[in-house]
T-cell receptor
């Protein structure tokens, strides 16, 4: 089955610890994204990558880092500098926009719910 | 101003009713739009995409009005299983802009 996997589903960490969230896709998509969702709020973009070995900061990149060494994988690391990391983290992927009018659809993994105490 | 804005609701409608959600966008360069549904504590799932005037899939109809910069989602014959949060999303190239979602509860 093609899709996006994220692990773990739930993660508990102590404040001050670095955390790495996994995201893997087998959809052969070039673009991958990390979002954060807080209760009652919309999705906010953390980082995105349109191609291997390249990524750009989103709206709330401070305290986060990513790597894109393989097309299938886009792990997200939360450093101790992240002020309020408790949230629902969603990874997504899409085909790369080819400049045509056809929509580029984005698909989501099941998410990782992170709690930091 | 946010790229995409939605009425958060909540919308509480009886089973069988027709309900419509509107969404406005600020970036006139947006190429296409999407409606996602998100169940509580789950990931968003793609419901419909629209890049011309509209799209229909069974009980669901999405319409796009580029002159007025709004998108709508119409749900006919509401089912209990339609209860969810509906996210409006705009797209420009490989950038996606999410609304905060509209909450729908279908009541028996």
């Amino acid at each position: 089955d093609g899709g996006i996997t994220q692990s773990p589903k739930y993660l508990f960490r102590k404040e001050g610890q670095n955390v790495t969230l996994s995201c893997e896709q087998n959809l052969n998509h070039d673009a991958m994204y990390w979002y954060r969702q807080d209760p009652g709020q919309g999705l906010r973009l953390i980082y995105y990558s349109q191609i291997v070995n390249d990524f750009q900061k989103g709206d709330i990149a401070e305290g986060y880092s990513v790597s894109r060494e393989k097309k299938e994988s886009f792990p997200l690391t939360l450093t101790s500098a992240q002020q309020n990391p408790t949230a629902f983290y969603l990874c997504a992927s899409s085909a790369r926009w080819s400049g045509t009018v056809r929509p580029v659809e984005q698909y989501f993994g099941p998410g990782t719910r992170l709690t930091v105490t | 101003r946010k790229e995409v804005e939605q009425d958060p609701g909540p919308f509480n409608v009886p089973e069988g009713a027709t309900v419509a959600f509107n969404c406005t966008y600020s970036n006139s360069a947006s190429q296409s739009f999407f409606w996602y549904r998100q169940d509580c504590r789950k990931e968003p799932k793609l419901l419909m995409s629209v890049y011309s005037s509209g799209n229909e899939d069974g009980r669901f109809t999405a319409q796009l009005n580029r002159a007025s910069q709004y998108i709508s989602l119409l749900i006919r014959d509401s089912k209990l299983s339609d209860s969810a949060t509906y996210l409006c999303v705009g797209n420009t190239g490989n950038q996606f802009y999410f609304g905060t979602g509209t909450s729908l509860t279908v009541i028996p």
